[in-house]
């Protein structure tokens, strides 16, 4: 079953093309890694699934409805694709429980003890139960970034987005993030993951996407085009992440 | 130098007549000028079609002349202008608020827009709505934010209450030079009268510092 449908996606900002003619479907279980050169568009792919872009032509179809589509409640999409930012964006101004109760309690207007309740499993999923009344600047990278994880699961999303989760992180904080996120795939959930940790993407995703200048120029498995790069392009980039 | 602290005495009935209308101008005044700056922030800050930009030529004509000349403006043109008259603490409360409002509506665009564009994309992502993101996540971070300015403007407005002597509001200065114009005690008279606006300033100081200090500045 098609979660993700991009049909010929074009994104462009003003005059810049960013996103050429994207066609991508990803079923319900997949883990997708998305890698490429900085500026190749990733993160916009990303922003134009849950809608924070618009598209500026095709089609792109998340859970069954068009993001075209002016019937369609773009805060729906939204709830059913979480997502997670390389800065955390933790609310400052909220307790780490607090931030992940946020979304249920807003969106999905459960009352503050179900909420808190909900978040508190969450938390306890992503390890952190005991920081629960810490303030986001109390808290490192790699707790800040569980956080986010438990936030986005909070209201049920079907998908979760992932956006270099780690590439703020030192490295000895990264494989606390890496190890929730692995685990939320073992669970079943569909991610896409733009990301540059090859391990992860070996040992955890099930499917690679190379892009390069606004396409996606390979789609595979990921021990196939890690092993053997089809292209130099590929071969290149994959020697200079290393 | 003679000071008679006497005379101080004497006359600080009159002067607390002045400074019950020092307050009233202020805290009306500010009132009207937090309304009005809110608006007029938000506008600017969001971009919203037309009020957007009569709020900058707001901003820009207030900014622009001196709070004397439109005291005098409201008081004495006005009414010549379009028959609109008003008494002198009416006047003074309205330029009060329009003077002060131009400036918070400045600090408030100013916080809005100095949140952090990642907030609001976490919030949207969460499935809330624009104005949900406004008012739960924006709106609480920025409000944050103005304390400190918005303090400062505080201060500031008290103090230009003074101004309002040129069209006859027998607020604190004017009770002052009542007093020293039939006295000619002009040591004592402008002692205490400074004194008195440093209290009132203080205690406006301190009151935010309290408040800057129960809400975390983030
Ligand atoms: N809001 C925007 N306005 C204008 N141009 C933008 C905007 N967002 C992204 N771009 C441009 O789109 C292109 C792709 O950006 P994007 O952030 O999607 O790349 P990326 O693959 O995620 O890169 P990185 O690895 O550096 O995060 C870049 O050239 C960028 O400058
Ligand atoms: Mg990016």
Not at chain 1, 24 to 42: A, Y
Not at chain 1, 165 to 172: C, N, Q
Not at chain 2, 158 to 185: N, P, Y
């Amino acid at each position: 079953m098609k979660i993700v449908e991009c049909k010929k996606v074009c994104k462009s900002f003003d005059k810049t093309d960013v996103l050429f003619d994207i066609d991508l479907s990803i079923n319900v279980g997949e883990v997708v890694v998305v890698v490429g050169p900085s500026g190749s568009g990733k993160s916009t792919l990303l922003r134009c699934i849950n809608v924070l872009e618009k598209i500026t032509s095709g089609d792109l179809i998340v859970d069954g409805k068009s993001v075209i589509d002016p019937k369609t409640d773009i805060r729906h999409i939204r709830q059913e694709a979480g997502m997670v930012f390389q800065q955390f964006n933790l609310f400052p101004q909220l307790t780490a429980l607090e931030n992940v109760a946020f979304g249920p309690r807003k969106v999905r207007k459960l009352s503050k003890k179900d909420a808190h309740e909900l978040a508190m499993d969450l938390l306890t999923k992503v390890g952190l139960a005991e920081r629960a009344g810490h303030y986001p600047s109390q808290l490192s990278g790699g707790q800040q970034q569980r956080v986010a994880i438990a936030r986005a699961l909070a209201v049920k999303p079907k998908l979760m987005l992932f956006d270099e989760p780690t590439s703020a992180l030192d490295p000895e904080l990264k494989g606390e993030v890496l190890s929730v996120m692995r685990s939320l795939a073992e669970e079943g959930m569909t991610m896409i993951v733009v990301s540059h940790e090859m391990n992860f993407a070996l040992n955890v995703g099930n499917r690679l996407i190379f892009m390069d200048e606004g396409r996606i120029i390979h789609d595979g498995s990921p021990r196939d085009l890690y092993d053997n790069p089809p292209t130099e392009r590929l071969r290149d980039f994959l020697r200079n992440i290393q | 130098m003679d000071f008679q602290f006497q005379f101080v005495l004497t006359t600080l009935p009159q002067l607390m007549q002045g400074v019950k209308l020092t307050i009233y101008i202020t805290v009306y005044g500010l009132l009207g000028g937090i309304g009005l700056g809110m608006i007029t922030g938000l506008a600017l800050a969001y971009k919203i079609p037309i009020l957007n930009l009569t709020g900058a030529v707001y901003v820009w004509i207030i900014r622009g002349t001196p709070i004397v000349v439109q005291a005098m403006f409201v008081y004495f043109a006005l009414p010549l202008a379009m028959g609109v008259r008003m008494s002198g603490l009416q006047a003074a409360v309205l330029v009060l608020a329009i003077n002060a409002g131009a400036y918070i509506a400045e600090i408030v665009r100013g916080a809005v827009l100095s949140i952090n564009k990642g907030l609001v994309d976490a919030g949207l992502a969460l499935g809330l709505s624009r104005i949900q993101v406004t008012a739960f996540v924006v709106g609480p971070l920025s409000f944050r934010r103005m304390i400190p300015p918005l303090g400062n403007q505080f201060i500031i407005g008290l103090k230009d209450t003074s101004l309002f002597i040129v069209i006859g509001v027998g607020e604190l200065t004017r009770q002052g030079q009542e007093i020293m114009a039939s006295s000619f005690r002009a040591l004592e008279v402008w002692t205490a009268v400074a004194l008195i606006y440093l209290v009132l300033t203080t205690v406006l100081a301190l009151s935010l510092r309290w408040l800057e200090r129960r809400m975390k500045i983030l």
